[in-house]
């Protein structure tokens, strides 16, 4: 089981904007910035959101992230097929650990 | 171009030991903390370990605590992961990747490719 909590699935249809949440507590994203990750299928993951809000170089400005006290949340705008992927949010936690979400599988319909 | 490059993932039986190497080109290796991170198929990613810059600090999560051991050569741009005692539950994709940041702004800024470990009889 993740320590941080995400819904198992989400979809969309090209064009249109989804949200992927992403919920923790005080001691991991309560004291931590939040980073997001984009997995294609049959790669490794991929930094997408860092520090809550900031884009890796390269990253569509399409992708955008927030972070509310102790949740977060993952939005793309202008959804197209290839953002087909798995996302997982991530923490770092007051027991000096590194915590992911379970992650996201995104349909594109 | 920053490159992370796993390899050591084979077969082996339960019980059994295996090195994990990630040799890493592109960017100052001893600047910068590296972590290991792992990926059970179909399921999601789970931080195993990480070692700071100068192997002074050096953390595990509770799964593997006593059994794995990471390791760092800075002169030869390498990163380790010692596995021992190893169980079904440890097979898993297992990918290097680069630690940038204080621990409460600390993210996974590069990845490698992964190894696969299979822990079976």
């Known amino acids: 089981q993740s320590v941080l909590t995400q819904p198992p699935s989400a979809s969309g249809t090209p064009g249109q904007r989804v949200t992927i949440s992403c919920s923790g507590s005080?001691?991991?994203?309560?004291?931590?910035?939040v980073n997001w990750y984009q997995q294609l299928p049959g790669t490794a993951p991929k930094l997408l959101i860092y520090?809550?809000?900031q884009r890796p170089s390269g990253v569509p400005d399409r992708f955008s992230g927030s972070k509310s006290d102790t949740s977060a949340s993952l939005a793309i705008s202008g959804l197209q097929s290839d953002d087909e992927a798995d996302y997982y949010c991530?923490?770092?936690?007051?027991?000096?650990?590194?915590?992911f979400g379970g992650g996201t599988k995104l349909t594109v319909l | 171009e920053v490159q992370l490059v796993e390899s050591g993932g084979v077969l082996v039986q339960p019980g059994g030991s295996l090195r994990l190497s990630c040799s890493a080109s592109g960017f100052t290796f001893r600047s910068n903390s590296m972590s290991w991170v792992r990926q059970a198929a179909g399921r999601g990613l789970e931080w195993i370990s990480y070692v700071s810059d100068t192997s002074r600090s050096i953390y595990y999560a509770d799964s593997v605590r006593g059994r794995f051991t990471i390791s760092r050569d800075n002169a030869e741009n390498s990163l380790y992961l010692q596995m021992n005692s190893l169980t079904a539950e440890d097979t898993a994709v297992y990918y290097c990747?680069?630690?940038?940041?204080?621990?409460?702004?600390?993210?996974?800024?590069?990845w490698g490719q992964g190894t696969l470990v299979t822990v079976s009889s």
């Open positions: 991530a923490a770092w936690d007051d027991s000096l650990n590194w915590v």
């Open positions: 005080r001691s991991d994203i309560g004291i931590s910035t």
């Open positions: 990747a680069r630690v940038v940041g204080p621990f409460r702004q600390t993210y996974f800024d590069y």
């Open positions: 520090k809550n809000t």
